[in-house]
């Protein structure tokens, strides 16, 4: 079931109602049963099957280990394992296939491997990593395995996560999720205006935004200006379709009265690209960093790399060598849970990886480099430009991760090298699938979109709030005019079919 | 060894890690405070402290640590004063 | 107290606002006038439209005479006609190809506020059909919901999926689009009576067709018995039982139709026996005798009749009704004032059509003579347009105030304005590469330029409040302007250098 789609609507409505109708004491159930439904009409039953099948299997695990200190270790083994083998067999399967295809039609041993057919159980590059969080949690004595399996399997399959995330921790959740829903008037408005923002963001921008990109991208004819716009337009998708599904996402669990973590904070603002990978899928980053990088870092194995270089080349090689394997074991990963090709490996991983060591090693390089142009590294001018070297790095990389596959992605960039600036202002945008009332409507909105982004920067308690001080009039116009905007502007209804959002498909 | 031996022996370990000789930790110190202390940072610490008190912190303790002052109450307990 | 619900209070003031805004969008969305780029139908799309939304417009209680049926309705049925002649108020709910089913609804949401005691339904789809969506939507879309249209788009949407039921019910799914055509009038009410070519429901058409040897000849002979479209005869039933069953006398017939066969006319006949209705087809001979109907002369086109095809239909159904059934006399009632104005202003649009009607150039200039009050006519020489004026025609044009020698100035350039039958401007180039002009203002403000140019470059021009309205071919362009109603009646181009004023372009 798409977020966007009528049918998600009533859902959410009658789940909404259903929840506050029910006792208290009840109300998780509704949630519990609410997200079962949703599975079952998302992708049906057997993967919704081996979704219960998985969470269960966790649930138990964790029990386990909680029973048996000793054998820690292997029974941790045995739980993650498997979970993260399923979740490879669905989703990144194209790494095993096509990286050994070479050895494998050399030799003859499964040379007819192909990507496997079957449904794909719905969100399960999240719900892996949730109950894999889980396991671990249990296992480093964070938390009390749960008594209850119905407790994790709602943990694990609540529906609003289902489609994009955002990872959640049990600890963080359990009290609102698993609790008893108090109604509370702000949750419900604030949410239901986080929603709506949300929907904004999705159809009014990164559909109108999705038709460049597409055309951009599959025209091989364009070159020059076209590249850039193509490349700037795809990082704008990418943002406005996944924050826009975060808004939709924890709108709706705030409705609910449950709050889901932030994905994003205003990452434009970034000044480097670690900064920026703090402000961007934050959930993703976190996760990696707890539960792969820390571990990574800890490990002993590691410890005695850096032992080892230590002796050989001093005390702080030793130390960064050792952080820089943890790094790149951890960017591999996230350029990998993205997708099993090496395109997303590198646009979405070790692209950053290389920029963010690189930038490591050459920063005494550069402090001496500022110093000697005497540059003012507390005037904005300067901070302006970091938000813009960052943000230029950032749709460099991710840009790729949009074409069929590097090779692809660099013909394109070479493309680039075309002198056509006038295409920008000749008219010729408006031959790129949108015509010119969309493509301004679309230009507005991004404006639009940058304001409130810049009154969130400059807040702490959050443009809602913000708006919630305001005469009641005033909010009023503001909320009909965004849903008038929504059912006008938004691309939708029987000539579109919203692309489904692009990290629903990770 | 005393709580004040113990903090300063932390501070130690601060100052190593941080390469300024100017650090002085209490138990309020947390990441806020001190400039460089980001995640990459953090695990360093905690591999330095490992390695000055002789005992392993969980991963568990890693992540939750609030501020120094809990390291240090972890550290009275299981630390090889 | 109160401030406990003030929450609840203000949402629930905020959702009826918010639904309000959704409901007011919804109509201003859909199409209503003549909107064929934005939404595909069949023709007819303005016409089809203001029908549809007379039902709400007309006062309650005053309508007397229903038709109902496709456009064959539409263009054979002239309710104005009825009320000059016979006092009769009346209305035409025909649309373009209208399926029985949808008029069966519309007469249900009709009923809710009129009375009328006689429906004429048209036969063509009993047998004819067309089930394209585009026709559905027109009868649906601009009905009110109401349990009848509920049920209707529901027994509709059996055939046509989940989908089309939601955008029936949600028609801003479909229409939303529409924003990038919207413009200022749009928004206001929409009084079909006020614009100067409703009718009600008429669809005068001032073009007559060239008799020439249809195809359909060989078939208005083919014997035997049509099979029935089922929807429609069912649909078809289920009107005729409603207007039993309210005391509304019925009567079946078929207008003027060049390809209406034999087999057609006994489908039609046994229907008509086994629901006891009386049926008037206008293609047999005994009636086309007695209602003066010519094949040669009456048709716009092969299904439709022009005005004065229509005037034969509605005048012999007029002396139907008054031999029939006792139908109260409506003039001098100031309850039907509304028709009265309609009917004045349609008595203006059928003098206006004569010009469309009239296909040479003697009878177009005696015409001008004859009517010259309230018009402004423009004329305009492209080419060549004296070679062939023969001394009826330039007697004519001297009878029409015209003071040109028009004798050997061949391909001379000429302008001429005539307003209120007073000529305010006469030109004529002093040689042949001359170029001429003349603008100003009409009556109601509006600006006019006309403009003519000799050879060799040879263009006319007549540009009435920014539009060009000049044929622009060789001969005598000619403009006529309604001063009355204040909109162009005619364009046409009689070519005088070929012959005396028999060949045109319209």
Redesign the interface.
Known sequence: MSIVSFAFFAFLGVTLLAYYITPQKFRYVVVLLASALFFLISCGVIPTLIFTGTAVFAWLMAIMIGKNGNRKAILTAAAILPMIAVLIFFKENSFFIDNTRWLRDRTGILSDLTYPTRTIPLGISYYTFLLVSYV??VS???IEPTKNPFKIVLFAGYFPQMTSGPFTRFADVKNELLGRGKFNYENLSFGAQRFLWGLFKKLVLAERLAVIVASVYGNTKLEGAYIFIGAVSYVLQLYTDFSGCMDIVIGASQMFGIKLPENFKTPFYSTSL?EFWRRWHITLGVWL??YV???T??SRWL?SVRAFCAKRLGKKAG?DIA?YIG?LITWFSIGFWHGGSWKYICSSGLFFFVMIVGGLLLEPGFKRLIKWLRINTGAWSWTLFSRMRTWILFTLSVSFGRAADLTDGFRMWRRAFKYNPWVMVDGSLYNLGLDAKDFWVMIFGLLILFIISKMQYGTVEGVRYKLSQQNIIFRWIVFLALFAAVLIFGMYGEHYDPADFIYGQF | MTKEQVYAAVNEVFRDVFDDDSIEVNDATTADDIEDW???EH??L??ALEVRFGFKF???E???MKNVGEAVDMIMQRGQL | MLNRYKPLLRTVIFIALATGMFNRLTWIMLPKWDSSEVIEWGGNSWFSSANVNAIYDIPNDTIDVVALGPSTTMRSFSPLELYGNYGLSAINLGTGNQPPMGGYYMLIELLKTQTPKVVFLEAFTLVHPNSAESFFRVTFDFLRMSQGKFEGVVEHSKSDGADSLISYIFPLLKYHTTWKSIYPELLLKFKPEEHSTYHYGYHLDNHQMQPVEFDGWEEKTVTGVSAYNIDAYEYLSKTIELCKANNIEVILYKSPHQGWAERDFAAVETFAKLYEVPYYDFNTAAIIESSGVSFETDFGDPSHLNLIGALKVTNYLGEVLEKHYQLPDRRNDAKYEHINKGYIRYVREKENAGFGLTKNMLSYLDLIESSKDDYTIFFSIMDEATYSLDIQLLTALTQIGFETEFTNKFGFPFIGVISNGEVIYEQIGMKQDDELSYSGKLLDNKSFEVKSVGIPERYSSIIVDDVEYAKNVRGFNIVVYDNKYNHVVDSIAFDTWIDAGVTYVR
């Open positions: 671990l949690d480093w004595g964070k670690s960093k707890d990088l820390y571990p870092l800890k410890q130390k952080t790094m | 980001d995640s990459l695990i360093n905690i591999l969980t991963m568990g890693v992540t939750g």
